[in-house]
């Protein structure tokens, strides 16, 4: 893939890349649940204890599009483009999610990494798109903070950017926080921007970036690709729970079923199933929307990416099968910019030690709860290989980053293995 024509040329729909512009440099679970740890050996990744939710379940917005709510790679890139991707049998993109918290000038550090890695890609390498995980911007997905904490942010990053939504992208204002926008609809931030139905209308007009709005057909939506399928659920506005309800989970098992087999499957969600993080525990429900999904319809994905957490952590699920088993990557990447980072649960006064087996089927395999970061995934035929890179945050001055994590999960094989 060129980077020139990815840097600086239009899109299909005349959607356009950002040019350059100076230099910024408890409920029903499912296995695996390592819910009891009595003598506190095992790191706890689900909490014990149901917490009310801050706000209640917030309507979902109109589809723009016709379902089953699919956005094809097409509609992002030119079709040379895509052939390129198709015959080389090679895809790249970037992950994370939290980012856009203006408190703090934390986002705008990983958005120099990502466009630094971006920028260093060679010809064969240079990320097709940067899957946003969630929480956009930071407190309630405000309309007039997409300018200064998306658009300004990403100014410089050549890259197109698709997302699913977090619980702030559609948190309705807080009256803890100040007066309350009566005006104000769920998601609205995120509706005008990534589910515009124009893709070439200029996302900010204040700012820089040249960045176009994206023309996403749904809340949750799957993405399409020559290498591998995304399928992305919303699951609300809960600081704790994944909230789906049945039209969401009916549609969630309709798109496992049609996933192409001889494709990477990965299934992004907001609210994380597995995390050992202080603040954000995993998600029971989530877990439950998942596994449950996967037993039901006898598909499970290779890759599951989430958000939420303020940190990188990642698990390895072993799941059986009818013939055998899977081994299913599930990672969270939440340290893109949330100005704050959040730390593991400590075992005997200590951080704990990875890897570290959980269960027979559940195993912490890395972690990062010091740095910001991203990753970096290549998806070809056979494998998906997963790059998480981060830097140890400093104001005015060029991220130094480095590869924390490494990791190929084998399409065929359905194994995970952790590289040097």
């Given at each position: 893939m060129s980077r020139h024509a990815l840097a600086h040329g239009r899109q299909a729909s005349h959607r356009r890349h950002p040019a350059k512009h100076g230099h910024h440099t408890p409920f029903k679970t499912t296995e695996p649940n390592p819910k009891s740890h009595a003598n506190g050996s095992k790191l706890p990744v689900q909490s014990h204890t149901f917490v009310d939710p801050h706000f209640p379940f917030q309507p979902l917005p109109t589809p723009t599009g016709q379902a089953p709510f699919r956005f094809d790679l097409s509609q992002l890139l030119h079709a040379d483009e895509v052939a390129k991707i198709t015959a080389a049998g090679k895809m790249v993109f970037h992950s994370v999610g939290d980012t856009g918290d203006e408190r703090g000038k934390e986002m705008d550090f990983v958005a120099a990494m990502l466009t630094n890695d971006y920028d260093s890609s060679p010809a064969d390498g240079v990320p097709a798109f940067f899957y946003h995980l969630g929480d956009v911007v930071y407190f309630a997905g405000d309309i007039d903070m997409y300018g200064e904490n998306f658009y300004e942010t990403y100014a410089e990053y050549p890259g197109l950017i698709v997302a699913i939504a977090g619980n702030h992208d559609c948190q309705p204002d807080d009256p803890q926080d100040g007066p309350v926008d009566p005006k104000?609809?769920?998601?609205?931030?995120?509706?005008?921007?990534?589910?515009?139905?124009?893709?070439?209308?200029?996302?900010?007009?204040?700012?820089?970036?040249?960045?176009?709005?994206?023309?996403?057909?749904?809340?949750?939506?799957?993405?399409?690709?020559?290498?591998?399928?995304?399928?992305?659920?919303?699951?609300?506005?809960?600081?704790?729970?994944?909230?789906?309800?049945?039209?969401?989970?009916?549609?969630?098992?309709?798109?496992?079923?049609?996933?192409?087999?001889?494709?990477?499957?990965?299934?992004?969600?907001?609210?994380?199933?597995?995390?050992?993080?202080?603040?954000?525990?995993?998600?029971?429900?989530?877990?439950?929307?998942?596994?449950?999904?996967?037993?039901?319809?006898?598909?499970?994905?290779?890759?599951?990416?989430?958000?939420?957490?303020?940190?990188?952590?990642?698990?390895?699920?072993?799941?059986?099968?009818?013939?055998?088993?899977?081994?299913?990557?599930?990672?969270?990447?939440?340290?893109?910019?949330?100005?704050?980072?959040?730390?593991?649960?400590?075992?005997?006064?200590?951080?704990?030690?990875?890897?570290?087996?959980?269960?027979?089927?559940?195993?912490?395999?890395?972690?990062?709860?010091?740095?910001?970061?991203?990753?970096?995934?290549?998806?070809?035929?056979?494998?998906?290989?997963?790059?998480?890179?981060?830097?140890?945050?400093?104001?005015?001055?060029?991220?130094?980053?480095?590869?924390?994590?490494?990791?190929?999960?084998?399409?065929?094989?359905?194994?995970?293995?952790?590289?040097?």
């Open positions: 104000k609809v769920p998601l609205d931030g995120w509706v005008q921007n990534f589910m515009s139905t124009d893709p070439t209308k200029l996302g900010s007009l204040k700012t820089n970036s040249n960045r176009t709005q994206m023309n996403l057909p749904n809340v949750y939506w799957t993405f399409t690709t020559p290498l591998a399928t995304i399928i992305g659920l919303f699951s609300n506005v809960s600081e704790t729970e994944a909230e789906i309800h049945q039209d969401q989970i009916d549609w969630f098992r309709g798109e496992l079923a049609a996933a192409d087999p001889a494709k990477a499957l990965i299934v992004t969600i907001h609210h994380p199933p597995y995390s050992g993080d202080t603040e954000h525990a995993g998600s029971t429900k989530a877990e439950e929307y998942l596994f449950d999904s996967f037993a039901a319809t006898n598909v499970y994905p290779h890759l599951i990416l989430s958000g939420h957490v303020h940190n990188y952590q990642r698990f390895t699920v072993r799941q059986p099968l009818q013939n055998g088993s899977a081994a299913i990557a599930c990672v969270v990447a939440g340290n893109g910019g949330y100005s704050k980072l959040s730390t593991l649960e400590k075992l005997h006064g200590e951080a704990p030690t990875a890897p570290m087996t959980l269960t027979d089927t559940l195993t912490l395999n890395q972690y990062d709860q010091t740095n910001y970061g991203f990753l970096r995934f290549e998806v070809t035929k056979q494998a998906i290989l997963g790059i998480y890179s981060s830097a140890p945050y400093a104001e005015t001055e060029v991220p130094q980053t480095s590869v924390v994590d490494r990791f190929t999960i084998d399409l065929v094989s359905r194994t995970v293995t952790t590289l040097s």
